[in-house]
Nanobody
């Protein structure tokens, strides 16, 4: 059974930085993507950033130049370095793993990020 364990959320002032981590455990075959989504109150969950098995990355326009996604293959861990945080980045951030020929999606439990102005 695949499990995702997130850490690193918290409260930070605008302009500050946070680093999120997500460790995947279990048997993962044919990894497709690891990534981060977020959901603010009253809004739909949206993609923040993701990294493909081959290493290519994609970002939401709103975070380009401020956030960086990276992966440690040996640890099956994905990171999200968030710099120059803005109040509008406040949300619950969810780790996502997509894998296998059936493109199975697993989700973390979510970690709160709050940016104060």
């Amino acid at each position: 059974q695949v499990q995702l364990t997130e850490s690193g959320g918290g409260l930070v002032q605008a302009g500050g930085s946070l680093r999120l981590s997500c460790a995947a455990s279990g048997t993962i075959l044919a990894l497709k993507f690891m990534g981060w989504y977020r959901q603010a109150p009253g809004k739909q969950r949206e993609l923040v950033a993701r990294i493909a098995a081959g290493g290519s990355t994609a970002y939401a326009d709103s975070v380009k130049g401020r956030f960086t996604i990276s992966r440690d293959n040996a640890k099956n861990t994905v990171y999200l370095q968030m710099n120059s945080l803005k109040p509008e980045d406040t949300a619950v951030y969810y780790c996502n793993l997509e894998w296998g020929p059936m493109r199975i999606n697993n989700w973390g439990q979510g970690t709160q990020v709050t940016v104060s102005s």
